[in-house]
């Protein structure tokens, strides 16, 4: 007590960084701006609608659930905005609304809130939410043609076409300028390559995430692609441009509560993904296999983590080897 | 070993982790005055890792300064004398900062600051005169931790120790008393440095300084240049400003590349480690034989009116040394025994300054109240920060669960609380509160074995 005022007393350290959850999702939404400002580019109002409609659902579904469960409201650290542009970047802007609501559903009601809100997840909910679309809604394959006008929003499920990773054979592909510029059939968020790895820097130069789940992730894929197209690299330039490749390595696949917190425990993740990305685009009777390969790996996360956790500082290394044989 | 041009070195090998701190060292000029005698003192029988003193003395003893006052015959400890020249008028329990009781005598002050007349120069002919001198100086280590510095010392010739380093890192925020060691006591560092690398055989001596603290290290730089020394063995190092590399693991890791394994000490790889306010201490003993009973402090934060440097006897009261800088600008929200990294929250001003206290800083409201705790997002900022290459979040699920083998496994007991981890959490999670629950749990269970 001093002057009549209580002291406060707390445990050191004394000083905190200003960083916050809230802070860490805000810049992930700028992140995502580039991207979204091309998706009302290309697809016009519509993606923009879409998009709008997907965050206010998230963050109604997030503070209905928190009051229901009688959980303190945790709308204020933004995850609930971040999780419902990612589930509209996810879905192509023709897809009817409602639709998008029951996928922001399965994101925040079941996969987050059920498991206990932010940081408890088993998977990313905004993978969750797109496979719970994409087996549900042939919609979600129906894709909107790029540049059809900016005011064009009823004519919508009349353009549809294919995506470069569907093209049958002998038809025309875009132009790899086109690709990285994102004039190409596609979900809304996914397509403008140039916008995404603009969205992806910020979030380095930020520390908001280190480049090595995206970068491993890309590589792996196009290493793969260059051996199973025999050294072509026109191939593996489509391939690591097409889809939602670089949209889940830099903003799916480094979802905090759901990817390894060790480097090397990054390394075997994104190795993963890119594993299984190319094996269901070789191999599979899917065009895309992206959110399935990220959400396989979210699942095996925690076995990563128990290989791969660093030990403490100064563990002699027979200790080490003996303690990796018993865990 | 890398070298600079100017023959400074730098770290072998870079700490991990860490963060980065704001320097706030605005007492870096303030030339370390000494404060008006107290009325009394309150001198703790408990200022060191090990075992308690027990007090010597009687109340109404007169005693003067440097007189022996609490002692033990326990190895790791250390002896207390009186801090002024008066009259004990009690032997009581009084309440610790850490909220321990503690017994401790209360001198009253005659004003005249006499000297005991047994005072006199320590004799030395070998390394168990000068162990047993630093002994009875009362020395532990004035960096904060407070180890006994003679139980560092006394390692047995054929252990294959070959370095001591000496840490003027003060990676702490504010402390700036090593600061001013190094640029007002230089000539006291550098003797006893030889002195002690002479008389124990150490191969090397690294003195480490922060790249922060560019005039410290050029002054040691200069003595050290200066003094004849055929194989040049000892040696400045600079090291990167980042907290916390002054903790003693991170200085042998630093300036030998050797990592100091769990549950060992610096002796195990051959080093010892000590604080450069120690080791100026022990050559001003051995000129003078005053043992230790006053130290230097930093008082300073947005609530002290006049922040300075201070000489303070030890057992003076915090609040008459924050009255002695102009009392409290604002209303306290907050009083730290120690760095905002490691130092205690005390109650109050009614507390003892200790042996080992480098700083007392008081924040007023704006920089006391820590934000909000949210819950964990996994970022994994608590792992990249932790120089000792732990996972705090997975420590917590353990703690959580009560599991003392998941604890062991992910070495929780290996954590030494430097707050890097809570400090770089943007959940604000008290981080350090679970790494202690963490080690309370791992000792019940060990005692239940």
Request: proline share 6%.
């Amino acid at each position: 007590m001093i002057n009549g005022k209580t002291l406060h007393v707390s445990i050191s350290p004394h000083l905190r960084t200003t960083k916050t959850t809230r802070s860490v999702m805000l810049d992930v939404i700028i992140a995502l701006c580039p991207a979204l400002i091309a998706s009302g580019i290309i697809f016009g109002l519509r993606a923009l609608v879409l998009t709008a409609v997907s965050v206010i659902a998230c963050v109604v579904f997030e503070y209905a659930m928190r009051k229901i469960l009688g959980r303190s409201n945790t709308l204020g650290d933004l995850s609930a905005v971040v999780t419902g542009i990612l589930i509209a970047f996810n879905c192509p802007s023709g897809l009817p609304v409602w639709m998008v609501i029951v996928g922001d559903a399965v994101a925040i009601i079941i996969v987050k809130q059920c498991f206990g809100g932010i940081g408890q997840n088993f998977v990313n909910p905004a993978i969750a939410g797109r496979i719970f679309m994409l087996l549900s809604f042939g919609q979600m394959s129906k894709w909107t043609a790029p540049m059809a006008g900016f005011m064009n929003l009823t004519k919508v499920e009349a353009l549809t076409g294919a995506t470069p990773l569907a093209v049958a054979e002998g038809e025309a592909l875009p132009s790899l300028t086109d690709m990285l510029l994102g004039i190409r059939g596609g979900c809304l968020g996914e397509t403008c390559i140039v916008a995404l790895v603009l969205g992806g820097l910020y979030l380095v130069v930020r520390k908001v995430i280190t480049p090595v789940i995206p970068c491993v992730y890309i590589g792996t894929v196009a290493v793969i692609m260059l051996i199973a197209g025999k050294g072509d690299f026109n191939h593996v330039a489509y391939q690591v441009l097409s889809g939602g490749l670089v949209l889940g390595a830099v903003f799916m696949a480094t979802d905090y509560t759901t990817s390894p917190i060790s480097t090397k425990g990054k390394v075997i993740y994104a190795i993963g993904c890119g594993l299984i990305t190319s094996l269901i685009r070789i191999f599979g009777s899917l065009p895309e296999g992206v959110s399935y390969s990220i959400i396989l790996m979210n699942i095996a996360t925690p076995l990563i983590e128990r290989i791969t956790t660093p030990k403490p500082f100064g563990t002699p290394k027979k200790e080490k080897k003996a303690k990796e044989e018993t865990a | 070993m890398a070298k600079l041009p100017g023959g400074v070195l730098t770290a072998v090998k870079q700490v991990r982790g860490g963060v980065k701190v704001a320097h706030h060292k605005n007492t870096a000029d303030c030339e370390v005055i000494r404060i008006d005698t107290p009325k009394s003192v309150t001198i703790p029988m408990q200022m060191n890792i090990g075992a308690p003193c027990e007090p010597v003395v009687k109340v109404g003893d007169e005693v003067a300064v440097g007189q022996l006052i609490g002692d033990t015959d326990k190895f790791v400890s250390a002896p207390i004398h009186a801090t002024v020249s008066g009259k004990v008028t009690a032997i009581s329990d009084i309440k610790m900062p850490q909220g321990n009781m503690a017994k401790a005598v209360t001198i009253e002050s005659d004003g005249e600051m006499r000297l005991w007349e047994g005072i006199k120069a320590p004799e030395i002919n070998s390394r168990e005169d000068f162990i047993k001198a630093v002994r009875a100086s009362g020395l532990v280590g004035l960096g904060g931790a407070g180890f006994p510095t003679h139980v560092k010392l006394s390692f047995p010739p054929d252990k294959g120790i070959d370095t001591l380093v000496i840490n003027a890192a003060e990676c702490e925020p504010y402390i700036t008393v090593d600061y001013r060691e190094c640029i007002d006591n230089s000539w006291d560092i550098l003797s006893a440095v030889y002195m002690i690398k002479d008389m124990f055989g150490f191969k090397k001596v690294v003195i480490a300084v922060e790249d922060n603290k560019p005039e410290a290290l050029k002054i040691l730089k200069r003595i050290a240049d200066d003094r004849e020394d055929v194989n040049d063995e000892v040696k400045v190092m600079v090291l990167k400003s980042k907290y916390p590399q002054g903790a003693e693991k991170m200085m042998v890791q630093s300036a030998t590349g050797r990592k100091v394994p769990p549950g060992k000490l610096p002796a195990d790889v051959g080093c010892v480690v000590m604080n450069v306010a120690s080791v100026a201490f022990i050559s001003r003993y051995i000129k003078t034989g005053k043992p230790l009973v006053s130290r230097s402090l930093t008082i300073d934060g947005s609530a002290i009116k006049e922040p300075k440097n201070v000489r303070v006897p030890i057992g003076t009261n915090i609040g008459e040394i924050i009255d002695f800088c102009g009392g409290f600008s604002k209303d306290p929200c907050k009083l730290i025994m120690g760095g905002p990294m490691m130092g205690v929250a005390i109650v109050g001003t009614d507390f003892p300054v200790l042996k080992q206290n480098n700083a007392i800083l008081a924040f007023a409201e704006d920089d006391a109240i820590l934000k909000k705790e949210t819950d964990c997002i996994r970022c994994g900022s608590c792992a990249s920060a932790c120089p000792l290459s732990l996972t705090p979040t997975n420590i917590v699920r353990a703690v959580k669960a009560k599991d003392p083998a998941a604890l062991n496994r992910m070495g929780a007991m290996v954590c030494m609380e430097c707050g890097s981890c809570a400090f770089s959490c943007p959940a604000g999670k008290p981080l350090v509160q679970y790494m202690r629950l963490a080690k309370t749990i791992l000792r019940e269970e060990a005692a239940k074995k």
